[in-house]
């Protein structure tokens, strides 16, 4: 999981705390996760795997999401976009187009991705095709309701920890979210993907 929240730790992050719900889930049916928060790394602006820079941390992150058969953008809504952690997450990823495994398959193949948005104001499901949009232009599978999001609905109001309604429902829709990402993931394994015809 790629939380993608604007705060450094150790600040509370609510789009965390709600990505929690989908990964608690994952790791109930026997899923070992690995989570990434972003803005405490050095990603540099780019769109290549490679370092950019000395220090450059997408190196790193980009073998972790290479070793992971299941990924999950985690972004807040500013101005109804995903934040600008997760465009340049995703501008990084945009290197993995030209990447092939062994048997010429792009290397998003037989792995699925969901998207977790939390926010006090309206744009999650523009967020949601946004990132699920970039993700299928990798070779990610989208499952069926791979996504769970929380914001208020129009206009200022509390986060994500700090009241509100709908917390129930976006609770039930990550663990839906878990069940649906796991299971295609496993169908994948099962019966993966052959390379694209020539």
């Known amino acids: 999981m790629i939380n993608c929240t604007l705060k450094k730790s150790p600040e509370t992050s609510h789009t965390e705390a709600l990505a929690r719900a989908v990964t608690g889930q994952l790791e109930k049916d026997g899923v070992e996760v690995d989570t990434v928060r972003a803005v405490d790394l050095d990603i540099a602006p780019g769109v290549v795997s490679e370092a950019v820079h000395e ?12 070793a992971s058969e299941i990924l999950v953008i985690a972004s807040p809504t500013w101005l109804g976009q995903p934040s600008s952690v997760a465009k340049r997450v995703l501008e990084r990823m945009d290197a993995m187009l030209s990447e092939t495994d062994d048997e010429g398959r792009p290397v998003a193949y037989n792995r699925v991705a969901g998207v977790v948005v939390t926010g006090n ?11 699920t949009g970039g993700l299928q232009d990798i070779g990610y599978t989208i499952p069926g309701q791979a996504w769970t999001y929380w914001n208020q609905g129009p206009g200022p109001g509390p986060s994500f920890l700090e009241g509100g309604s709908g917390h129930d429902w976006s609770r ?25 015809p020539r």
């Open 55 to 66: 220090g450059d941390a997408w190196p790193d992150v980009h073998a972790r999401i290479l």
């Open 121 to 131: 104001e309206d744009g999650a499901h523009h967020v949601i095709s946004e990132i």
């Open 172 to 196: 039930k829709t990550a663990r839906a979210m878990a069940a649906n990402l796991l299971g295609v993931a496993r169908a994948l394994a099962e019966r993966p993907l052959g390379p694209p």
